[in-house]
């Protein structure tokens, strides 16, 4: 019992709203407050190469162009979205041994958020080299192994209780005893039924 595992995705789960398109607008409005006008057209580069490259490539970009700017307060940021948050009160249950925000969200702010909701761990993407590698994104495939690469320190490699909104979490689902899904749409409530995964619904 002691091992029970807790994992709860970030956005749009444990917050209404995906908090990397919130941070992108913090970003170029902090850089323009700084009169930092080059980040900021390097930056509006960076996300206007979505319409060519994947999220993964764009945020890469955001990323690396920002890992060294030490007047981006991430402390604000999450101070900014707190109205976002969603109260799921299963998080604070004591029945859990670990509690792990696993997202796909970046390190510089999904570790703040994980320790003001006292989370024993954030796994999240952090800033990355300079080229890219299909593993930098935590997401999907490589968001469940990162999980389990730091659970098996604990000797455990099954999940408890999942909370998620979307289908891209298929594959920590599919090793969760319990998957509570975040006001799923039709889509993704068909989606989980054709791929036979057990799931109740929180609104």
Do not use: W
Not at 18 to 27: I, M, W
Not at 81 to 98: C, H, L, V
Not at 129 to 134: G, I, K, P, T, Y
Not at 137 to 152: A, H
């Amino acid at each position: 019992m002691k091992n029970r595992v807790l994992v709860v995705d970030l956005d749009d789960t444990l917050y209404s709203i995906n908090t990397f398109h919130y941070f992108l607008k913090f970003l170029i409005l902090s850089c323009i407050g700084k009169f930092k006008l080059i980040i900021v057209f390097k930056l509006c580069l960076a996300i206007c190469s979505r319409v060519f490259v994947s999220h993964a490539k764009m945020k890469h970009r955001v990323l690396y162009l920002i890992k060294d700017l030490e007047y981006i307060d991430y402390k604000t940021f999450v101070s900014s979205i707190a109205n976002k948050k969603r109260d799921i009160s299963i998080i604070k249950e004591e029945r859990f041994f670990i509690r792990i925000l696993a997202t796909g969200a970046p390190s510089c702010y999904a570790n703040i958020i994980a320790n003001i909701e006292k989370f024993d761990i954030c796994i999240s993407t952090d800033f990355p080299e300079f080229n890219f590698n299909d593993r930098f994104d935590n997401v999907k495939t490589v968001k469940r192994d990162n999980v389990l690469k730091y659970l098996r320190d604990f000797d455990v490699e099954q999940i408890d209780t999942f909370i998620t909104d979307h289908i891209d979490d298929l594959p920590l689902m599919k090793i969760s005893k319990q998957n509570l899904i975040v006001c799923p749409s039709e889509v993704l409530i068909n989606q989980l039924k054709q791929n036979s995964i057990s799931f109740e619904v929180m609104n």
